[in-house]
């Protein structure tokens, strides 16, 4: 359904973003976390769990490090990333691998643990990163399956400011990424622009009184559109406007939680309100986490 393919999916653009140190604390995920097992449904129906599929699969270190993370396309593993660290447990890179791959179940002490394994591993790709003086990203190169640059990303600091300029594989400017903070260093505004000028992206933070993020707006150039989210109290998405060109509502999704005694959520939960082709839709997508402790 045309529905199903504009819901909300940038709830987890946090967890898709570029490996980084401590990515539990940077993803607010609380605990000594040692796994994350998600899968998805996609349904018209609210408690539809029949059709659900793997979704992320995550590993922790001890001290709080991404160690490896699965992507899953259908039952398919689309890719799994590995970081790299040296001996003081500071990040290096990546690399990126398409594996032949299964889910065990087992049964153990009145649980379902489930977790994948590898059959067969194909590298597609790797990433190397280079640290300044402050421990901050300088240089993150992507490189393609046969070992050459595919992309090359630059990181310049000032006060208040980041900007991430990206090179293509012959060293030509393709983009810039310029990230406002204010004193405390909470993200105030994000732009992204095309050096061609064919696609810009403007990000604005909102927060309250006492610094918690309550909204941000996404605006999309040339489409003219925009989306809006807002947050809850412990910083999660809970709700999703989708605006058109002409700055008419599309499609409203809402988010619901359940959490479990750590505080992280196991149950995420989106009902998205639209219209397709004049009638009213409402379409449900359900995320389920399966988390492991040390």
């Not at 000594?32 to 998600?38: A, N, Q, S």
């Not at 922790?60 to 699965?70: A, D, E, I, K």
């Not at 594989?169 to 992204?192: C, H, M, P, R, W």
Request: proline residues 2%; neutral net charge.
């Amino acid at each position: 359904m045309k529905l199903l393919g504009i819901l909300a999916l940038a709830l987890f653009f946090s967890s898709q973003a570029q490996a980084q140190e401590n990515w539990l604390a940077e993803n607010g995920l609380k605990g000594p976390v040692r796994t994350v097992f998600e899968t998805q449904v996609m349904s018209t129906s609210p408690t539809n769990t029949s059709q659900a599929k793997p979704f992320w699969y995550f590993s922790f270190h001890r001290n709080g490090n991404l160690n490896f993370q699965v992507l899953f396309s259908g039952r398919d593993v689309r890719y799994i990333t590995t970081n790299k660290y040296d001996l003081a447990d500071k990040f290096t890179g990546t690399i990126n691998t398409k594996e032949e791959y299964a889910i065990f179940t087992t049964f153990f002490r009145g649980f379902f643990f489930s977790f994948p394994y590898r059959t067969k591993t194909i590298v597609r790709g790797s990433s190397s990163v280079t640290l300044d003086e402050n421990s901050r990203y300088k240089e993150v190169i992507h490189y393609d399956a046969a070992g050459k640059v595919a992309i090359r990303h630059v990181y310049k600091y000032q006060p208040t400011a980041k900007t991430v300029e990206s090179f293509d594989n012959e060293g030509v400017l393709q983009s810039v990424t310029t990230t406002y903070f204010d004193a405390k260093g909470k993200i105030l505004e994000e732009t992204y622009s095309k050096v061609d000028g064919s696609y810009n992206q403007r990000f604005i933070t909102d927060y309250d009184e006492q610094g918690h993020r309550t909204s941000e707006t996404d605006f999309y150039e040339p489409e003219n559109t925009k989306v809006i989210w807002r947050f809850n109290t412990q910083g999660k998405p809970s709700e999703q406007l989708n605006y058109g060109k002409d700055n008419n509502l599309i499609a409203k999704t809402e988010a619901s939680y359940e959490y479990d005694s750590h505080g992280n959520w196991r149950k995420c939960q989106w009902r998205t309100e639209a219209m397709d082709q004049g009638k009213q839709i409402i379409a449900y997508t359900t995320y389920y986490r399966e988390i492991t402790y040390y």
